[in-house]
């Protein structure tokens, strides 16, 4: 993330990555960067300052099961290599009860075997996400509209 923020920053800027394992950026490739171990209490800084990035995003099958964590990182892999960031805030639920998830997971089939993925895993794995025997853990979706005034 950080590397993706520096990549957009006013050319004057920089990217402050707070986290407290700094291994992934123990060597910025950019400049711009400042790298510090240290914890972020968002209360205290003014909102202004800082994009908060809490966490990348989470979806869990319970009980777990390795094919599905292993779709689930090629589909965040396929995500991220389209620019896309998915931050979410999250909600239980029994499977086969995010629907709109496991059409975006099949869209993304084609990238996610590119990247690697094995197409009977993710079979397997929407099979899974589908059985309301299993819990998943699924982002929140907001949907917002606006239109022009006249």
């Known amino acids: 993330m950080a590397r993706i923020l520096a990549e957009r920053v006013d050319p004057s800027g920089s990217v402050l990555a707070v986290d407290l394992d700094t291994t992934l950026l123990e060597r910025p490739a950019d400049e711009r960067i400042e790298v510090s171990s240290a914890t972020v209490d968002v209360r205290s800084r003014p909102p202004s ?3 908060v990035h809490l966490p990348f995003t989470v979806v869990t099958l319970s009980p777990t099961n390795p094919i599905w964590e292993r779709t ?4 965040l892999d396929a995500i991220v290599a389209g620019d896309w960031d998915p931050q979410y805030d999250t909600r239980t639920a029994p499977g086969g009860s995010a629907p709109l998830l496991a059409m975006t997971i099949e869209r993304m089939r084609a990238q996610m075997i590119t990247l690697g993925a094995d197409p009977g895993e993710i079979d397997e ?10 819990t ?3 982002p929140t979706v907001c949907a917002a509209r606006g239109r022009r005034p006249r």
């Open 49 to 51: 300052k800082f994009l």
């Open 136 to 138: 998943i853990t699924v």
């Open 72 to 75: 689930w990182s090629a589909f």
């Open 125 to 134: 794995a929407q099979r899974l996400f589908a059985d309301p025997v299993n």
